[in-house]
Nanobody
Framework: QVQLVESGGGLVQAGGSLRLSCAAS????????MGWHRQAPGKQRELVAS???????YYADSVKGRFTISRGNAKNTVYLQMNSLKPEDTAVYYC?????????????WGQGTQVTVSS
């Protein structure tokens, strides 16, 4: 059974930093694409950043240059370092793991962690 547990959210002032962590268990973590998504009130969930098993990364335009995704395969953990935070970064942040699976891709999700940026 795959489990993703996020931590590190909280309240921070604009311009501040937070580091989110997501610990995975029960999966072939080192082989899978890991990502961070976020959902603000009244908005659709959006992909913020992702990282492949080989370390290739993707960032949404809105966070490029401010956020950094990384992974520690030895600890089955993915991180999101968020710097220069803005009020518009306020959202629930979700960890996602994409398992290609033998019959098609399966998405696993964490429970989410709240990030609130005050102006």
């Amino acid at each position: 059974q795959v489990q993703l547990v996020e931590s590190g959210g909280g309240l921070v002032q604009a311009g501040g930093s937070l580091r989110l962590s997501c610990a995975a268990s029960g999966s072939t973590f080192s082989l899978n694409v890991m990502g961070w998504h976020r959902q603000a009130p009244g908005k659709q969930r959006e992909l913020v950043a992702s990282i492949t098993s080989g370390g290739n990364t993707y960032y949404a335009d809105s966070v490029k240059g401010r956020f950094t995704i990384s992974r520690g395969n030895a600890k089955n953990t993915v991180y999101l370092q968020m710097n220069s935070l803005k009020p518009e970064d306020t959202a629930v942040y979700y960890c996602n793991e994409k398992d290609p699976g033998p019959y098609g891709s399966i998405d696993y999700w964490g429970q989410g962690t709240q990030v609130t940026v005050s102006s």
